[in-house]
């Protein structure tokens, strides 16, 4: 493909793009689990016409967009509240769990130095904790311990205290975590944390906007959010079950001095004084209005609507499954995650990523992961009236490959090109 010499027309521009998507992941048909999260059509009229307002702007000098300072300091406010931040919290929007994620570890990283004097700092994370916080302990030079987890998948507290040492600057669990969708045991592993003065993040990137919700719906939880003394920092995704657009994400810090490690000022330049909160130089406006956008149309009812759906969705995914012979659930996930495995007893005659391919050619989209080998669901609202077209296809795939293994073993929760 090279640049096309004359322009073309807006009508060419778009039957082209639209021809593109024609074999992209059919999320609009509740068939996609994960990486889009769809709150339905009239949501989608709210974001696309914000989008619209606010497409070109860019939050780099929010002194030139007064508009995005607000937008900012409201939805991090909206947030402190849902996630019972203290008088005095603060954060900043991101453009992903990634890069909240990516600066949580450095605001770890900075303390560590300023207040310990350490230069060789290490994290503690257990082996459920996202990619992104090895991503950031390659970005940012720390050492990271990665810890096994117990048989239901949660942090193993005793071996994380373990791996704790004079070094650690930070210590991770995750609301839920992603692998299985289990809520690691956030108060114990946070107690470790304060005990050796170092920073803990809850990454709540998945449950930020799901578990407030499940809360005020009447679900017991174990607390995980400010509630608990030693955490720290938090990220949540606006993206994922927030319902807004791609490209938004919180991260939240107990106080602004603990947040102050997180940014990066520098007054030696020719262009100016430079400023900034997280990665990012430009930062787009659309992903920032658009997730004000859809936190003011769901308000607290549309996110409780929208939650009961997708936990309920997930219940009835979790007992479809089981009712179905040779495939099982992994672990007991507590909000809107599902692993699906073969059932014990079933692995020679059911491999799962057979079941998983059968599943895409009648359009279903999961996640391959491993171990335990296994198709991962993020369930959200929209997979709601799909639900039992995809159980009743589940059956079906799991009989038809019985017996079958595919030869290629390979996963990609992400890719390069
Ligand atoms: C999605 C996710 C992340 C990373 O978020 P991105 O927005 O994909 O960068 C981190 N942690 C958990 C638990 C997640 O589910």
């Known amino acids: 493909m090279t640049l096309p010499k004359n322009g073309w027309s807006k009508q060419e521009v778009v039957a082209a793009m639209t021809e593109m998507r024609g074999s992209d992941a059919r999320w609009q048909d509740g068939r ?52 019972h931040a203290p008088e005095g919290a603060a954060g900043f929007m991101t453009s992903g769990g990634t890069e909240s994620i990516l600066m949580a570890v450095k605001a770890a990283r900075e303390r560590g130095r300023a207040e310990r004097g350490i230069t060789a700092p290490e994290m503690v994370v257990p082996i459920s904790a996202h990619a992104a916080f090895h991503k950031a302990a390659y970005y940012f030079g720390l050492e990271i311990h990665t ?9 193993d507290v005793d071996a994380m205290a373990a791996a704790i040492n004079a070094n650690t600057v930070l210590v991770v669990g995750s609301a839920p975590q992603y692998p299985q969708g289990v809520v690691d045991p956030i108060g114990e592993l946070a107690a470790l944390a304060a005990a050796a003065g170092a920073n803990f993040h809850t990454d709540a990137c998945m449950g930020g906007f799901v578990l407030p919700f499940m809360e005020m719906l009447g679900y017991e939880l174990p607390l995980w959010d400010f509630r608990v003394e030693g955490v720290t920092s938090i990220s949540a995704d606006l993206h994922k079950l927030g319902y807004a657009p791609k490209g938004a994400s919180l991260i939240l810090h107990r106080s602004k001095e603990l947040r102050r490690y997180q940014t990066f000022v520098f007054d030696g330049w020719l262009g100016g004084f430079y400023a900034s909160p997280a990665m990012q130089g430009t930062r787009p406006a659309l992903p920032m209005a658009t997730a004000w956008a859809i936190l003011h149309h769901l308000g607290e009812d549309g996110y409780k609507r929208l939650t009961a759906t997708a936990v309920d969705t997930r219940k009835r995914m979790v007992d479809g499954i089981r009712a179905i012979d040779g495939v099982t659930v992994v672990g007991e996930p507590e909000a809107q995650l599902v692993a699906m495995c073969a059932a014990p007893g079933w692995e020679d005659r059911v491999d799962i990523f057979a079941v998983g391919d059968a599943l895409q050619q009648r359009g279903w989209f999961h996640d391959r992961q491993l171990p335990p080998e296994s198709l991962h669901s993020t369930v959200s609202a929209g997979n709601a009236p799909a639900l039992d077209q995809y159980l009743a296809d589940l059956r079906t795939c799991v009989a038809d490959v019985a017996g079958i293994r595919v030869d290629d073993r390979s996963t990609s929760y992400a890719t390069l090109e």
């Open 32 to 83: 996609t689990f994960g990486m889009v999260y769809d709150a339905g059509p009239e949501a989608h009229e709210v974001v696309e016409a914000a989008a619209m307002l606010f497409l070109h702007d860019n939050a780099l000098n929010t002194k030139a967009f007064p508009s995005l300072a607000k937008i900012q300091s409201d939805v991090v406010g909206i947030a402190n509240g849902l996630l």
């Open 147 to 155: 810890v096994p987890v117990r048989e239901d998948y949660r942090a």
